[in-house]
């Protein structure tokens, strides 16, 4: 919160500006895209077996700026496992060159150890001609995922509120401007007899501080809470004043 305008007669305070919200989501979003970009979160494996030991194998994995392929000999594939790093996982080719990363790492556990044991099954079982095994996480497994749905949230949720006091017309505007939704509440100015200061903690013991309009009849006006102390008393006291100069 802020105060942007503040006069004998009018004083007008913001809870937020355009760079609460809209810069952050714009910077979520671009991180967002530039992972999901150079990310393979879409992989395809093709394999195809002539003999027991003779065929290939085609690894195609994805991204928004292209596809990358990558060609494995079968008599040089010796199988697959999962990988896990925290919560996440990821399928793992082993070559005989080295482990070859078949998919990008998600939360997904259990489809990756049914793709692992479908690759295995194939490797050991010289009946088995073909294997073609996808695995798509591009937009909800991964980083630059929770990057765009964090953004877009930022966008839809966040929300701007103007609180206008004005004395010549003796009333106190709302303003609240969002995504989804604008509403204008107006209140008459005779009706606010002072202000108020209310330190609230929330589930995690966080310490908030919430300024509160007393309105005649017992009722309150909330402001957005605010985790900063010196605000709320820099707020508290410029409405208290005005409020004063007013009568």
């Avoid at 998600?106 to 150890?113: D, F």
Wanted: with cysteine; hydrophobic share 40%.
């Amino acid at each position: 919160m802020k105060i942007i305008k503040q006069t004998a007669t009018e004083l007008i305070i913001q809870t937020h500006s355009i760079f609460d919200f809209w810069l952050p989501s714009c910077l979520l979003m671009t991180f967002g895209l530039i992972w999901l970009s150079f990310d393979y979160h879409a992989a395809t494996l093709s394999c195809q077996r002539s003999q027991e030991k003779q065929g290939n194998c085609q690894l195609v994995r994805s991204h928004l700026l292209g596809s990358h392929l990558q060609e494995i000999q079968l008599a040089a594939l010796q199988g697959a496992k999962v990988e896990r790093c925290g919560y996440k996982s990821r399928v793992v080719l082993l070559t005989d060159a080295g482990n070859v990363p078949f998919s990008a790492n998600s939360t997904n556990w259990g489809n990756q150890e049914a793709v692992a044991f479908d690759i295995n099954s194939f490797v050991k079982n010289a009946k088995k001609r073909w294997l073609r095994l996808s695995q798509d996480d591009r937009w909800l497994g991964g980083t630059g995922g929770i990057f765009l749905l964090a953004a877009v949230g930022s966008l839809v949720l966040g929300k701007n509120e103007t609180y206008s006091f004005d004395g010549t017309l003796n009333t106190l505007t709302v303003k609240q401007q969002g995504v989804l939704a604008r509403k204008v509440i107006q209140h008459s100015l005779c009706e606010i007899y002072g202000v108020e200061v209310d330190r609230v903690k929330d589930r995690d013991n966080d310490i908030w501080y919430e300024v509160r309009l007393l309105v005649c009849g017992g009722s309150r006006i909330s402001l957005p809470n605010t985790m900063n102390p010196y605000q709320k008393e820099e707020i508290a006291k410029a409405i208290n004043n005005y409020l004063n100069a007013q009568k």
